[in-house]
């Protein structure tokens, strides 16, 4: 079965400074990948998917993510963070369903 | 445009209880699917219907039941409530069961049990 995870639990950043939230796959095939936000009290909202067009994803809110073979990754970024970009960060994987990493929490620091 | 919609949102219940979790959706999809979210464990799932009238479990599937009822309503039940099934719920849908499609979510259950 196909599966992600996601390494830190918490990221904490400046204001200003570079998200960066790390996922790596485990996959025979080149899998689809997606990127989920989900802020304080509500579902989960998709930031940007992986389907094979294009290794550099952009999605909403000038996030982006960048699909390595070699590196079974798919870090997410975001230059510059704000304050509103303070929640919890999923990544997946899919086949016939989604599979989910643990989650990293970002919280940016004024 | 309501998208997902659970009900209810908040739920205490003792051990023992029975209850069922609504979801609908409205976007004619044919896939839905029941998570529970943990803290530190991501979302995991419980059930899936891949299309009306089918449904299979997923990754912890034990003390739940569920029904879809239709296309556009997939419930899950708690027959007997444990203290381990505090959680809150999610439930999705997406256009197909297959690779690459986007779920959907409802807003979240979140449910007490004592």
């Known amino acids: 079965a196909q599966s992600v995870t996601q390494l830190g639990s918490h990221v904490s950043v400046s204001e200003g400074a570079l998200v960066l939230l790390r996922c790596n796959y485990s996959?025979?095939?080149?899998?689809?990948l997606f990127w989920y936000v989900q802020y304080p009290n509500q579902g989960l909202q998709l930031l940007l998917k992986?389907?094979?067009?294009?290794?550099l994803v952009k999605g909403i809110n000038g996030f982006e993510a960048e699909f390595k073979k070699s590196e079974t990754s798919f870090h997410l970024t975001k230059p510059p963070a704000h304050m509103s970009d303070a929640a919890e960060y999923f990544c997946?994987?899919?086949?016939?369903?989604?599979?989910f990493g643990a989650g990293t929490t970002v919280t940016v620091r004024a | 445009n309501a998208g997902v919609t659970q009900t209810p949102k908040f739920q205490v219940l003792k051990t023992g209880q029975s209850m069922t979790l609504q979801c609908a959706q409205d976007?004619?999809?044919?896939?839905m699917y029941w998570y529970r979210q943990d803290p530190g464990m991501g979302l995991r799932l419980i059930y899936y219907?891949?299309?009306?009238?089918?449904?299979d479990k997923g990754e912890v599937p034990n003390g739940y039941n569920v029904s879809r009822l239709n296309k556009r309503e997939f419930s899950l039940r708690l027959e007997s409530a444990a203290p381990s099934q505090t959680s809150v719920y999610f439930c999705?849908?997406?256009?197909?069961?297959?690779?690459?499609?986007?779920?959907?979510f409802g807003q979240g259950t979140r449910l007490t049990v004592v």
């Open positions: 219907s891949a299309s009306e009238g089918t449904t």
């Open positions: 976007m004619n999809h044919n896939s």
């Open positions: 996959s025979s095939v080149p899998p689809y």
């Open positions: 999705a849908s997406s256009e197909s069961p297959g690779a690459g499609t986007e779920a959907f």
């Open positions: 997946a994987v899919s086949d016939y369903k989604l599979s």
């Open positions: 992986y389907t094979s067009a294009a290794t």
